[in-house]
């Protein structure tokens, strides 16, 4: 089975970098995606690690270590609309197990 | 129809009815999800279907049970529903590939007295 760990919560202000860890235990492991959701709304791709390193994509960036079991997301130049819950996700046998989830507010 | 749609927005139910959610995707993605969502667990596998014809159980599948008799369509029944069941469920679908990106449906917010 997968389990994948985050934070619950992250706060930051406007225009600052959040970065949010995700660490996993897996009996087989392919890589690590990360979802966006905004409250009320359905959970949207924004990447995927198969690779070791850092995968940049506008304004987010994430990152894998396969030695470490460990990712992260890296939210720069946040703005009020970055506010959303963020799940890390490890794909297997055709599945996706998702982290609990990390609530990021943005304050102004 | 465009991406995934979900049927019904929401829905109060009787405890002991039985309720079918409806999802529909035009990507003629192989496969398709259904997950439901509490707070602070995250989103949970319940089934999952490969291709059409084919299902299989994911992380909470007691209660539930799913068809895919075509491509395009993977409802979920809930047989006889139960408080537990009260919470929010999202379709997905995707290619099938490893790591490939899964698209969600808005989901149905069911309740359950």
């Known amino acids: 089975g997968q389990s994948l760990e985050q934070p619950s919560e992250v706060t930051a202000v406007e225009g600052a970098i959040v970065q949010i860890n995700c660490t996993y235990q897996?009996?087989?492991?392919?890589?690590l995606s990360w979802y966006q959701q905004h409250d009320g709304g359905a959970p949207t791709f924004l990447s995927y690690?198969?690779?070791?390193g850092l995968e940049e994509t506008g304004r987010f960036s994430s990152f894998l270590s396969r030695s470490d079991s460990y990712g992260y997301l890296l939210l720069q130049e946040l703005q009020m609309k970055d506010s959303a819950s963020y799940f890390c996700?490890?794909?297997?046998?055709?599945?996706?197990?998702f982290g609990a989830g990390t609530t990021v507010t943005v304050r102004a | 129809i465009a991406g995934i749609t979900q049927a019904p927005t929401s829905q109060i139910l009787a405890a002991g009815r039985r309720m079918t959610l409806r999802c529909t995707q035009d990507?003629?993605?192989?496969?398709m999800y259904w997950y439901r969502q509490d707070l602070g667990l995250g989103l949970r596998l319940i089934h999952y279907?490969?291709?059409?014809?084919?299902?299989g159980k994911g992380e909470v599948p007691d209660g539930y049970s799913v068809s895919r008799a075509n491509t395009d369509d993977f409802p979920l029944t809930l047989a006889s529903a139960v408080p537990s069941q009260t919470s929010v469920y999202f379709c997905?679908?995707?290619?099938?590939?490893?790591?490939?990106?899964?698209?969600f449906g808005p989901g149905t917010r069911l309740t359950v007295l």
């Open positions: 990507m003629r993605h192989n496969a």
């Open positions: 690690n198969a690779l070791d």
């Open positions: 997905a679908s995707s290619d099938g590939g490893l790591g490939g990106e899964q698209f």
């Open positions: 279907s490969n291709t059409a014809g084919t299902t």
């Open positions: 996700a490890a794909p297997g046998d055709y599945k996706l197990s």
């Open positions: 897996t009996s087989g492991f392919y890589g």
